[in-house]
């Protein structure tokens, strides 16, 4: 009868071993899921993009809305047309040289 005793008793603490194997199994497949489910998670994140424009860019993009806003008088663009086109129309570089340093100066922030 006692050999029964220890044959019982060792069955049970093989059970023992086995289930709490079975449960560590459980639990690390467990924390393996949860981990792969928060990566795919991140990678499907779609990923945030942004744009900055340079103080430069800001002042020329003012420019162009400015031109665009600007009333146009038609009348003036048809005389100043056939003037170039019959060639009476002169440009003074004086004038114009000074007219494109303050653009520039516009432009890029600097005075003249």
């Given at each position: 009868m006692s050999v029964n005793n220890i044959n019982s008793n060792s069955g049970n603490l093989n059970k023992t071993q086995v289930d709490n194997q079975k449960?560590?199994?459980?639990?690390?497949?467990?924390?393996s899921s949860q981990a792969d489910k928060a990566s795919a998670q991140a990678a499907a994140a779609p990923r945030q993009d942004?744009?900055?424009?340079?103080?430069?860019?800001?002042?020329?993009?003012?420019m162009q809305k400015k031109g665009t806003d600007a009333p146009v008088s038609q009348e003036?663009?048809?005389?100043?047309?056939?003037?170039?086109?019959?060639?009476?129309?002169?440009?003074?570089?004086?004038?114009?040289?000074?007219?494109?340093?303050?653009l520039e100066a516009e432009l890029f922030g600097v005075k003249s």
């Open positions: 449960l560590n199994q459980q639990t690390q497949n467990q924390a942004s744009v900055s424009l340079t103080q430069s860019a800001q002042q020329l993009a003012q003036k663009v048809d005389r100043l047309k056939k003037a170039v086109q019959s060639g009476e129309y002169r440009v003074n570089p004086e004038v114009l040289a000074n007219k494109i340093a303050k």
